[in-house]
T-cell receptor, first 112, second 115 residues
Framework: KQEVTQIPAALSVPEGENLVLNCSFTDSAIYNLQWFRQDPGKGLTSLLLIQSSQREQTSGRLNASLDKSSGRSTLYIAASQPGDSATYLCAVRIQGAQKLVFGQGTRLTINP | EPEVTQTPSHQVTQMGQEVILRCVPISNHLYFYWYRQILGQKVEFLVSFYNNEISEKSEIFDDQFSVERPDGSNFTLKIRSTKLEDSAMYFC?????????????FGEGSRLTVL
């Protein structure tokens, strides 16, 4: 059974820092991995999608990498801003299934 | 920018009552999903829907749940007889293409409170 884990559960950093969020998954047989942002009480906003054949994807200040063989992904946020404060979720699409399996998220706080 | 819209944003119901949650997926999308998130827990898959039929469902999606695409735009989740443990945020999602590879776009969610 696929398990997705995100470490740390919470992270607080001062504005302007570069930071890395981690996501690990137990079964490397995936189609893709998707990173989301969730603001309190709100929906999930898709940030980046990495297909299993890709190593990384970039969007603005965000860069996500995927190492399928080791079951790891990282989300790099450059020059963090207070508006980046949110919970960040990663989810994998496992082979042979359509569903996404989610991690529990990392709650990020950027302090002005 | 196209988005997935969900109604209602919040519904309070009594245990045993029927609830229908509504979603309007992005217009050119072909795959539709329902997920839920119990407060403080992970987002969980409920069901996927394609070509007017369920293509995959989880063990959570038992006989109390059903989905329907009654017209060309709406996608609904019905809970026949709600239980306390059905209290959660329910998210609708859609993807344009790729049964297994498409990017999912989520709505803002419908918060269901069962008393």
């Amino acid at each position: 059974k696929q398990e997705v884990t995100q470490i740390p559960a919470a992270l607080s950093v001062p504005e302007g820092e570069n930071l890395v969020l981690n996501c690990s998954f137990t079964d490397s047989a995936i189609y893709n991995l998707q990173w989301f942002r969730q603001d309190p009480g709100k929906g999930l906003t898709s940030l980046l999608l990495i297909q299993s054949s890709q190593r990384e994807q970039t969007s603005g200040r965000l860069n996500a990498s995927l190492d399928k063989s080791s079951g790891r992904s990282t989300l790099y946020i450059a020059a963090s801003q207070p508006g980046d404060s949110a919970t960040y979720l990663c989810a994998v699409r496992i082979q042979g299934a359509q569903k996404l399996v989610f991690g529990q998220g990392t709650r990020l706080t950027i302090n002005p | 920018e196209p988005e997935v819209t969900q109604t209602p944003s919040h519904q309070v119901t009594q245990m045993g009552q029927e609830v229908i949650l509504r979603c309007v997926p992005i217009s050119n999308h072909l795959y539709f999903y329902w997920y839920r998130q119990i407060l403080g827990q992970k987002v969980e898959f409920l069901v996927s829907f394609y070509n007017n039929e369920i293509s995959e469902k989880s063990e959570i999606f038992d006989d109390q749940f059903s989905v329907e695409r009654p017209d060309g735009s709406n996608f609904t989740l019905k809970i026949r007889s709600t239980k306390l443990e059905d209290s959660a945020m329910y998210f609708c999602a859609s993807s344009e293409q790729g049964r297994y590879t498409g990017e999912l776009f989520f709505g803002e969610g419908s918060r269901l409170t069962v008393l």
